[in-house]
């Protein structure tokens, strides 16, 4: 469901004689949508995720991570278009070349890069050892945890199983019965929400695989391939 549908149905639910702005709907189905997503995230962490696709850029050492980005899940680039490689974080940023030299690789060689990240949540950049010598069309993926939009607009749908959108206008609707002094039905209603956000936090949880797995490159796909784990 889009969020214009979510307002729709929960405009049926209030009675005309106690109309509501659409503004004010839009907020209290926000309020919902945080509350489900930190479940969300409590019992999968990295349920979230998203890619981008980047150039590398000749003798550019830094790039710009989405606005949304929270924690990486995985690094591939290619420094030469073609051989794809797994970019592994530097173990500690004392590491990071005080000069970003690009007349030496200074140690690191392309067929093992490193990244690091640096700077605030919302202006989060991530960097390269050894610095690109050339400049590649879509040569750099990051996947990434990502945060939520909260504030969805009209035609967006929120990023969970379809089948519990609908709890968002419960929340919603109990906040309205609150503001009419109708406390039991409001209670009722956020039960209602509640139990459908535990269900739905426990399906998420229970459709991760219980069994670790590795990953292997291959042309910048993934081929996910279970590993037994011998004690």
């Known amino acids: 469901m889009t969020l214009a549908e979510i307002v729709t149905e929960l405009k049926g639910m209030i009675s005309p ?11 209290w189905i926000y309020d919902a949508w945080a509350q489900m997503v930190d479940e969300v995230v409590r019992v999968v962490p990295d349920y979230f995720t998203a890619n981008d696709t980047q150039n590398l850029t000749a003798n550019t050492q830094e790039y710009d991570l989405p606005d949304d980005f929270e924690k990486v899940i995985m690094v591939n680039m290619a420094y030469d278009g073609s051989t794809w490689q797994r970019a592994l974080p530097m173990p500690h940023q ?17 067929r093992s890069p490193q990244y690091y990240l640096f700077g605030s949540h919302a202006d989060t950049k991530i960097g390269f050892m050894p610095i690109p010598d050339a400049t590649v069309s879509d040569a750099l993926n990051v996947w990434y945890v990502q945060s939520p939009t909260i504030e969805l607009g009209d035609n967006d749908s929120p990023a969970v199983p379809v089948r519990y959108h609908r709890a968002l206008k419960y929340w919603a609707f109990a906040v309205f019965l609150d503001q009419q002094d109708q406390h039991a039905a409001a209670e009722r209603m956020r039960n209602r929400f509640t139990d459908m956000v535990d269900r739905m936090a426990e399906n998420i949880q229970d459709q991760q695989i219980d069994e670790p797995r590795s990953v292997t490159i291959t042309q910048n796909r993934d081929l996910y391939e279970y590993e037994q784990v011998i004690p």
């Open 94 to 110: 004392g590491h990071i070349p005080v000069q970003a030299r690009t007349d030496s690789n200074q140690g690191f060689t392309q």
């Open 17 to 27: 004689a106690n109309p509501v702005s659409d503004d004010t709907l839009k907020q």
